[in-house]
């Protein structure tokens, strides 16, 4: 390993990464016989011996593409993310794009955007200068911005590619590049989206067939940076996927707005200002870009603690709706005021108290979802719209679908799949991922998604409703579907695969005491078994009261996560006893199915 070590510092562009590897090389090759103390030894035997295991783990093997791209922590080494692992994927790319239009003209076109992660302007320098030194037509985006905004451009243009620098939701140690594929290399209803097989494996290949970073062209110039022109037309776009409205509505809904220290802030509010919601107002601890994300442990709106800000500036302005956008603004989080939510000991002066809660990404999911479907069935369009969601989202969706009279498309997880549904009008995955607006981007955008949210909330305010009114209409009509999830975070990735396979050798006879009827290999399974979905790694179980759960690795972190869904029948004409009964009953079996699940796969159930 120590050559291969070298041979990676020697040809590292970046100073810092380089000195940071020789460190851990000198650390890992002293000697403790020349310490003065046997104290002294075993803590240079120790420091060695840490060094040894981090440089085996930094080389281990190039960075691969996941279910969002590349993504990793910021260190030198070919197993993280730095300038000589982005250089080399960069060549990988135009490689594969040359390839591919070989003796087309004009030359292959390549959209570039970044955000303002640490090194990501950087990272794009880098990927712009590759691509223009072989004579691919390079667009870079003016300034650190949405992802939304790189997918909207890459149809905007018409570009065979688009690269976008981000790890979205990700600690602040990390960094990212997703690569999109468009214009000619990629037509029909995956235009625009996210890479998936055999494109990922193609662009792997060329990748790994760069010999070094020495041999990589790079050009000083001549790529062409965008105005703010790209970023009005993805303004307008997004402002428009909720035309009509009660303006004097749309003006009285008060929100308050987070973009957690990420890139969405500003865009967002411009979008919403322009489709006639004028009174959002940004979190200030969280409202400017910050690549160290100060205020929160994990900037994902998902985690518990990052939208409490959010949600004690809501509680104090009496805000009508909180929206939370993750760093890259992809994804979309609401919080909403719910008496079911009211918690009484916590006192009068927070947001619990108050009945503030977080939506799901299932219960926001089936909100856009029948407003989706109602669009469509207005439209005169339900024939050929399709609303998709991913494998482990609620089936609430596809009962929408069905009684709307359109099409139902479940698919992998990741954008990358939801968005290649064919008619697509909505689609969404439950961690908070929603397309609205798939002719403009063909992946989760969480700044439309608000649009389309706020002028959900106008109208039912205007009818004297909320959104939970609204849930709970979808409730009646097709039973309260309630999801939750199990998760393991996982410092020794081989107890990953170690928990997979304890669940396939032993899936449990029973969740929450109702029989599994079900049990399907989603890695081994029939094309039946798998609803025709291509194989991935995965276990879903179905019991006999209707119980569902989905267990996978997480694509993004080194995780396995579980998700649980149980259906409570509901009266069509349930009244408001009845849903409050109904909630209690699903969070029950919820805790029930949490417990058998964490069980199962060996976890701690204390």
């Not at 120590?2 to 000195?19: F, G, K, L, S």
């Not at 260190?75 to 003796?103: K, Q, S, T, W």
């Not at 303004?235 to 009285?252: C, F, I, L, N, Q």
């Not at 909320?466 to 939750?484: E, F, K, M, N, W």
């Amino acid at each position: 390993m120590v050559e291969e070590v070298e041979a990676w510092i020697a040809d590292d562009p970046d100073p810092q990464t380089a000195d940071e590897l020789a460190d851990l090389l000198r650390t890992a090759r002293e000697d403790p016989r020349s310490a003065a103390t046997e104290t002294a030894a075993d803590l240079v035997r120790a420091d060695a011996e840490a060094a040894r295991t981090e440089l085996a783990d930094r080389f281990s093997g190039l960075l691969q593409f996941g279910t969002a791209g590349l993504r990793g922590e910021l260190a030198g080494g070919p197993h993280r993310m730095n300038r000589a692992v982005v250089i080399r994927a960069a060549a990988g790319l135009a490689d594969f794009l040359v390839g591919e239009l070989e003796g087309a003209s004009p030359a292959p076109r390549v959209v570039v955007g970044y955000d303002a992660r640490h090194n990501s302007h950087r990272f794009a320098l880098d990927t712009a200068e590759v691509m223009t030194a072989v004579g691919i037509e390079v667009l870079l985006l003016p300034r650190p911005l949405p992802t939304p905004v790189l997918a909207s451009a890459v149809r905007r243009f018409d570009a065979d590619a688009g690269v976008m620098v981000t790890a979205s939701h990700n600690p602040p140690r990390d960094n990212g590049y997703k690569v999109y594929l468009g214009g000619r290399v990629v037509t029909g209803a995956g235009q625009g989206a996210q890479i998936v097989p055999p494109a990922d494996a193609a662009i792997a290949a060329a990748i790994a067939r760069v010999r070094s970073v020495a041999s990589v062209p790079r050009a000083a110039s001549g790529w062409t940076t965008l105005g703010e022109d790209v970023v009005d037309a993805y303004v307008a776009d997004a402002a428009a996927v909720a035309p009509g409205g009660d303006p004097a509505g749309r003006e009285r809904l008060t929100v308050v707005l987070t973009p957690l220290h990420g890139v969405g802030g500003a865009v967002a509010v411009d979008v919403l200002a322009r489709a006639g919601f004028p009174d959002v107002t940004l979190v200030p601890e969280q409202a400017e870009p910050d690549p160290d994300f100060p205020t929160v442990a994990f900037p994902n709106p998902e985690e518990p603690g990052a939208t409490d800000l959010a949600l004690a500036l809501a509680a104090a302005t009496r805000a009508d709706l909180v929206v939370a956008v993750d760093p890259d603004a992809d994804r979309c989080a609401v919080a909403v005021r719910d008496r079911r939510a009211h918690v009484r000991s916590l006192g009068p002066e927070t947001p619990q108290a108050d009945g503030w809660r977080m939506l799901t990404g299932d219960e926001v999911g089936a909100l856009l979802g029948a407003d989706a479907a109602a669009r469509a069935r207005d439209g005169g369009a339900a024939d050929d719209a399709t609303l998709a969601c991913s494998i482990v989202s609620s089936r609430l969706l596809a009962a929408v679908a069905r009684d709307a009279g359109l099409r139902f498309a479940s698919t992998l997880t990741g954008f990358k799949w939801i968005s290649r549904a064919e008619g697509l009008v909505f689609g969404y995955e439950e961690a908070l991922g929603y397309c609205v607006d798939p002719a403009h981007v063909r992946d989760k955008d969480g700044i439309s998604a608000a649009v389309r949210v706020c002028d959900l909330a106008a109208r039912l305010t205007a009818e004297g409703r909320t959104l939970v009114d609204a849930l709970d209409d979808l409730a009646r009509a097709h039973g309260l579907h309630a999801t939750s999830q199990v998760s393991a975070r996982f410092s020794d990735l081989s107890r990953i695969g170690a928990t997979m396979t304890t669940l396939r050798e032993a899936p449990p006879a029973t969740l929450a005491g109702s029989p599994v009827t079900e049990v399907v290999d989603l890695a081994a399974g029939t094309d039946d078994e798998r609803g025709g979905l291509p194989p991935t790694d995965g276990i879903r179980l179905l019991t006999s009261d209707g119980t569902r759960v989905v267990v996978r690795p997480s694509g993004t972190e080194p995780k396995v996560k579980a998700y649980l869904e149980v259906i409570v029948p509901v009266p069509h004409d349930a009244d408001r006893e009845t849903l409050d009964a109904a909630h209690g009953s699903a969070r029950e079996r919820l805790a029930h199915v949490a417990h058998d699940v964490r069980a199962a796969l060996g976890l701690d159930v204390a």
